[in-house]
């Protein structure tokens, strides 16, 4: 068992940026696939970004160059920095981790296929 912080959500107007953190309270699974999610109310949680064993990362389409996902394996982090946030980037933002590692394929857009998950940290976009 592995527990997730998130931290650094806030409001923001449109145009400016964000980092988001994620803390883990073991190394356990820092060698593992990582990701982020984010989810409205009312909606399934989608797929943001990976970032694999070897900080091999993808990301979804609507990210389009604005995001960084990274980690930090000596203090447990993992990252999110977000540029040219939009009003439609507000959501909940969740991290995620794996229990075992997994060579990066579309399998990470399922939410089904992460085991633990953060608290999440609000993001607020506004025109």
């Known amino acids: 068992q592995v527990q997730l912080v998130e931290s650094g959500g806030g409001s923001v107007q449109a145009g400016g940026s964000l980092i988001l953190s994620c803390k883990a309270d073991?190394?356990?699974?820092?060698?593992?696939?990582r990701a982020w999610f984010r989810q409205v109310s009312g909606k399934e949680r989608e797929a943001v970004a990976v970032?694999?064993?070897?900080?091999?990362?993808f990301y979804a389409d609507f990210v389009e160059g604005r995001f960084t996902i990274s980690k930090d394996n000596a203090n447990n982090l993992l990252y999110l920095q977000m540029n040219n946030l939009r009003p439609e980037d507000t959501a909940m933002y969740f991290c995620?981790?794996?229990?075992?590692?997994?060579?990066?394929?579309?399998?990470?857009?399922?939410?089904?296929?992460?085991?633990?998950w953060g608290q999440g940290a609000q993001v607020t976009v506004t025109s």
């Open positions: 995620a981790a794996r229990t075992w590692n997994r060579y990066l394929g579309d399998w990470w857009r399922d939410s089904e296929n992460w085991h633990y």
């Open positions: 073991q190394s356990t699974y820092n060698t593992n696939p």
């Open positions: 970032i694999g064993r070897h900080d091999d990362t």
